[in-house]
């Protein structure tokens, strides 16, 4: 089980991924979780990137115009 997060309910404000996770709030274990999954959180997304679901680097290029 994780620590608990003492930035949580600061970082919630300014969370805009719609997905309800466990990591919700908590950056540095949803940044972690996706590194490892190879994919990148939905914060990093435009809102119309981020509402795909589809956290795949491709996808980000893609939504970020920049590859």
């Not at 997060?5 to 990591?23: G, R």
């Not at 509402?51 to 680097?57: D, L």
Request: hydrophobic share 30%; aromatic share 8%; proline share 3%.
């Amino acid at each position: 089980m994780a620590a608990a997060c003492p930035n949580k309910e600061e970082n919630l404000k300014h969370c805009t991924c719609t997905y309800d996770c466990a990591k919700r709030g908590m950056c540095c274990e949803c940044v972690a979780y996706h590194r490892a999954q190879g994919a990148i959180p939905g914060c990093f997304f435009t809102k119309a990137g981020e509402a795909t679901w589809n956290r795949s680097a491709a996808n980000f290029c893609k939504d970020c115009g920049a590859c």
